[in-house]
């Protein structure tokens, strides 16, 4: 990897800061290990360990959510006391460990290596995308093809990590899958470290504040005591990934936490700013509902793929590089796009993009959803429904997720940009966590009739996908879980169709409010 990345000889690369290069190498190979991990994490808890379906949704949701709230609380270290270079160091040696402790089958080290990586992504997440929008300055028109130049990195990381880990987990063992995992988060510190070495960062993400980092409380520098906290931290994730049952409570003191902060920004800042941070609160509401709908990709459609799609070329595990794949594909023609629209005064405001997203990504879990017209007599469907699906929700995510990473170090105060990059990764946290339920629904398979299968739902289900409760009750008991799956899909793909349509009505008012941040 060393021998292909350039000497720092110049400030700039294709356009770009040279630094851009160097945390997109660091965020492709540590999504490589998140990806890897997280496309086997469900069926090895329902093949393997033998969870069933209602456990491994509780528990993929505890952590896929936990994952995205600590990066608030590393956010916050990094602004006030570690700066962006040492939180995503630290946060990559938590994730390494976690990946390689997977390797030992107890609970302890089981649920322990999940808690290692939700901390340590609380510190590497947020601080590696507030580091590349430290690179351009503001107002720069380069910031949204930069972000989905970055975008691609954590995509094609993605893309590769479920194909390689399953088929090192299918072949040599799970464990073996997860070991691989952890290379790939070895490999982006080790990029991440040269980038440092060869100064292609300047002076950008050090310490803020040496004074403070240095001074000392019990007799320890407050920098080493943020270590030794993070690595105490883990044990209380692990229990609340094992009793996910009780992690709305959870939910609660985040949100408290959460709007407690964001009051005490907005009396600290200009009426101008104020104006901004109320947008990038509206934006992170509507990722959630985005994260919630999409991030069935993990967990209820890789087991609607393994148990009801006729699968080529790929296993289920498989599947999940679907959607990195189109990113690869779209990624750079986006970027080409938003550049080309942007000289040319044409280029849509961010609140249309975010309508658009949601949008593209309810057509795409209706296509899942009118897969139910292909299906044979084992009750598995057209595996090009899956593929097109994923196209079409690709559409929708990078008409809004790039974007609002960008949006995000654009509307937020700078002294408080990593908070509120934060406050974004949030929408992930509640997303997962209500995916988590959504996921759930999909469980019932008995034909019994849902909220999804009756009334004003049962009749956009029927429209949709032909089918109905009773048709499903008379048929096998995979025929009926299909039916779970594409009825929860249905429904939920014309509700994102809906919102999507009304934030585009009102996004006039959203970019008012933007004060001129586009």
Known sequence: MSATLPEASSKELFGHPKGLLYLFFAELWERFSFYGMR????????????????????????YMSLVYVTPMIGGILADKLLGFRKAI?????????????????????FY???????????FFKPNISSFVGDLYAQGDARRDS??????????????????????????YGWHYGFVLAGFGMLLGLFVFHRGLKTSVFGDKGLVPNVKLYESKKFGLAKGTLTIIGAFLAVPIFALIVRYNEFEHYLVWIVS?????????????????????????????????????????????????ADRNVNLVGMDAAGTNSINAGFIILFAIPFSMLWTFLSKRKSNPNSAIKFGL??????????????????????????????????????????????????????????????????VWFSANFYGHFFAGKIAKLTAVSNGEPTIFSEGFFGSI??????????????????????????????????????????????????????????
């Open 256 to 304: 408290a936490f959460l709007v407690a902060y964001l009051i005490y920004i907005i009396k600290s800042v200009s009426v101008k700013e104020k104006k901004r941070l109320l947008v990038a609160v509206y934006f992170t509401i509507l990722y959630t509902l985005f994260a919630a709908i999409f991030e069935q990709a993990g967990s209820s459609l890789t087991l609607f």
């Open 39 to 62: 496309a086997l994490l469900v069926l090895y808890m329902t093949k393997h360990l033998l969870f069933d379906d209602d456990m491994a949704f509780g528990v993929y949701a505890a």
């Open 461 to 518: 289900v029927t429209a949709i996908t032909g089918l109905t409760p009773e048709i499903a009750s008379g048929k096998s008991e995979a025929f009926q879980q299909l039916f779970s799956y594409v009825s929860v899909y249905a429904s939920f793909g014309v509700i994102s169709v809906i919102v999507g349509i009304f934030a585009i009505v009102i996004s006039p008012i959203i970019k008012k409010m933007m004060e001129g941040v586009h």
């Open 112 to 122: 322990g290596s999940l808690a290692l990586i939700i901390v340590g992504n609380g």
């Open 357 to 422: 997203g949601l949008l593209f990504l309810g057509l795409g879990f209706i296509v899942f959803a009118l897969s139910a017209h292909s299906v044979d007599e084992t009750a598995r469907t057209a595996m090009s429904y899956l593929v097109i699906g994923y196209m079409v929700l690709t559409l929708g995510e990078l008409f809004l997720s790039p974007i609002g990473l960008s949006k995000m170090t654009e509307l937020s105060p700078i002294k408080y940009v990593s908070f509120i990059m934060g």
């Open 146 to 171: 930069g972000f989905t130049i970055f975008y691609l990195g954590i995509n094609l990381g993605a893309a590769i990590a479920p194909l390689a880990c399953a088929w090192f987990a299918i072949t």
């Open 89 to 109: 160091i630290l946060g990559g040696i938590l994730m390494s460990l976690g990946h390689f402790f997977l390797t030992i089958e107890q609970p302890v080290f």
